[in-house]
């Protein structure tokens, strides 16, 4: 039965998101503005696909479209492919153009739900049932401008990925233009500032943020012993959460991550010092018999927002990627070499032809800066 009313879609201000009838969902944003979605199964996965924006698509014209979209994918098809002449509306763009980059992303990577979560929130609710040969600048515009000064990276984010699909279109011979472009830039305000970088405790505030962490109640045990593992190792989020049992040769206390799990690509040996060692074995207490190091409460891969959370929750001051900005600190007042200490962020430096010439990743002594690092974070060595 019908849920939403004419009325009710006019007046509502309250942020959420409103059911109705064969899958159509209005969501409200913050700002006020209302779009239409439908929410059904294609091909054994749940989709969300845009239906526009209201007033432009009214309450009757979205459930029409929600009930056409429903009896196709019943039966089998994929409802972005509803136009006779043959031609992909952007969410089915969407959806090839992830599939074409899927090859190269990293497997488990954040990338394909980064693409899918922004262009869902900003951009398929409003263009998403339009044609790709339909989609004009005025159309980018209206996805860019709520956002374009007050979620300044997002949106360029948005835009390179609009730009992504159009470019793609153009390949495929759907259109000869790139709506996306430059010209849209020139046309939108200017943003301020540049990418804001994470912010960092001071390298002797961390030891007190861990301990605060490892004494927290309301973090699951796994949670803490990971934050503390990726502060003992100066990685990134990924690369703790990621974590399998056969990367860890506890013999020789070392951590060896594949390639296929770097940023950079390349394989990264990590040396485990003293406490890192203890961090392993206190986890095994509390995990099953998971492959995962650090396994979430509910199993499996610890999900990114968990982690980043904590600093948020317990008023750390700095934030979770930060930590190696910390540690790089201690690294350049402590006197460690630079060359050593961007070994141990798994950074490159100098030149190509400089790096083909270092073949060594420094293991030996990465391992006395690490057990100096924990020694200092721990408080045993000041």
């Given at each position: 039965?019908?849920?939403?009313?004419?009325?009710?879609?006019?007046?509502v201000t309250k942020a959420g998101k409103y059911g109705d009838q064969h899958g159509l969902i209005?969501?409200?944003?913050?700002?006020?503005?209302?779009?239409?979605?439908?929410?059904?199964?294609?091909?054994?996965?749940?989709?969300?696909?845009?239906?526009?924006?209201?007033?432009?698509?009214?309450?009757?014209?979205?459930?029409?479209?929600?009930?056409?979209?429903?009896?196709?994918?019943?039966?089998?098809?994929?409802?972005?492919?509803?136009?006779?002449?043959?031609?992909?509306?952007?969410?089915?763009?969407?959806?090839?153009?992830?599939?074409?980059?899927?090859?190269?992303?990293?497997?488990?990577?954040?990338?394909?739900?980064?693409?899918?979560?922004?262009?869902?929130?900003?951009?398929?609710?409003?263009?998403?049932?339009?044609?790709?040969?339909?989609?004009?600048?005025?159309?980018?515009?209206?996805?860019?401008?709520?956002?374009?000064?007050?979620?300044?990276?997002?949106?360029?984010?948005?835009?390179?990925?609009?730009?992504?699909?159009?470019?793609?279109?153009?390949?495929?011979?759907?259109?000869?233009?790139?709506?996306?472009?430059?010209?849209?830039?020139?046309?939108?305000?200017?943003?301020?500032?540049?990418?804001?970088?994470?912010?960092?405790?001071?390298?002797?505030?961390?030891?007190?943020?861990?301990?605060?962490?490892?004494?927290?109640?309301?973090?699951?045990?796994?949670?803490?012993?990971?934050?503390?593992?990726?502060?003992?190792?100066?990685?990134?989020?990924?690369?703790?959460?990621?974590?399998?049992?056969?990367?860890?040769?506890?013999?020789?206390?070392?951590?060896?991550?594949?390639?296929?799990?770097?940023?950079?690509?390349?394989?990264?040996?990590?040396?485990?010092?003293?406490?890192?060692?203890?961090?392993?074995?206190?986890?095994?207490?509390?995990?099953?018999?998971?492959?995962?190091?650090?396994?979430?409460?509910?199993?499996?891969?610890?999900?990114?927002?968990?982690?980043?959370?904590?600093?948020?929750?317990?008023?750390?001051?700095?934030?979770?990627?930060?930590?190696?900005?910390?540690?790089?600190?201690?690294?350049?007042?402590?006197?460690?070499?630079?060359?050593?200490?961007?070994?141990?962020?798994?950074?490159?430096?100098?030149?190509?032809?400089?790096?083909?010439?270092?073949?060594?990743?420094?293991?030996?002594?990465?391992?006395?800066?690490?057990?100096?690092?924990?020694?200092?974070?721990?408080?045993?060595?000041?």
């Amino acid at each position: 039965m019908p849920k939403l009313t004419a009325a009710f879609v006019r007046s509502v201000t309250k942020a959420g998101k409103y059911g109705d009838q064969h899958g159509l969902i209005l969501r409200v944003q913050p700002s006020g503005s209302k779009q239409w979605i439908w929410r059904g199964t294609v091909g054994g996965k749940r989709r969300d696909l845009g239906l526009g924006g209201y007033p432009y698509v009214t309450l009757a014209e979205a459930r029409a479209k929600a009930f056409e979209y429903r009896k196709t994918a019943r039966s089998g098809n994929d409802p972005t492919k509803l136009h006779s002449d043959g031609l992909p509306t952007f969410s089915a763009a969407v959806e090839a153009v992830i599939a074409l980059y899927a090859g190269k992303w990293k497997p488990g990577g954040k990338s394909e739900g980064q693409w899918r979560s922004s262009l869902v929130t900003y951009v398929t609710p409003v263009i998403g049932p339009k044609r790709v040969d339909e989609i004009t600048t005025a159309d980018v515009m209206a996805c860019l401008a709520p956002i374009w000064t007050t979620k300044a990276e997002t949106a360029k984010r948005v835009r390179q990925r609009i730009s992504a699909i159009m470019k793609w279109a153009i390949a495929e011979g759907h259109r000869s233009d790139n709506p996306a472009g430059a010209a849209v830039v020139a046309a939108l305000p200017k943003q301020n500032g540049g990418k804001k970088h994470h912010r960092a405790l001071p390298h002797g505030e961390v030891g007190a943020a861990v301990l605060k962490v490892r004494e927290a109640k309301g973090v699951y045990p796994t949670h803490r012993l990971a934050f503390e593992f990726l502060v003992l190792t100066a990685v990134r989020s990924a690369e703790v959460r990621g974590a399998v049992w056969s990367e860890m040769n506890l013999e020789t206390a070392t951590w060896v991550i594949p390639a296929r799990r770097m940023k950079a690509a390349r394989e990264h040996r990590i040396p485990l010092s003293g406490r890192a060692i203890e961090v392993l074995a206190e986890v095994r207490s509390h995990s099953d018999d998971s492959n995962w190091v650090f396994p979430a409460r509910a199993g499996g891969e610890i999900p990114s927002w968990v982690l980043t959370k904590i600093p948020v929750r317990l008023d750390l001051g700095g934030t979770l990627h930060g930590m190696r900005s910390s540690f790089r600190d201690w690294c350049g007042e402590t006197g460690v070499a630079r060359e050593v200490a961007e070994a141990c962020l798994a950074h490159r430096i100098g030149s190509a032809a400089e790096q083909a010439y270092a073949r060594s990743d420094l293991l030996a002594r990465r391992r006395q800066i690490m057990e100096a690092w924990a020694q200092y974070v721990t408080g045993t060595r000041t």
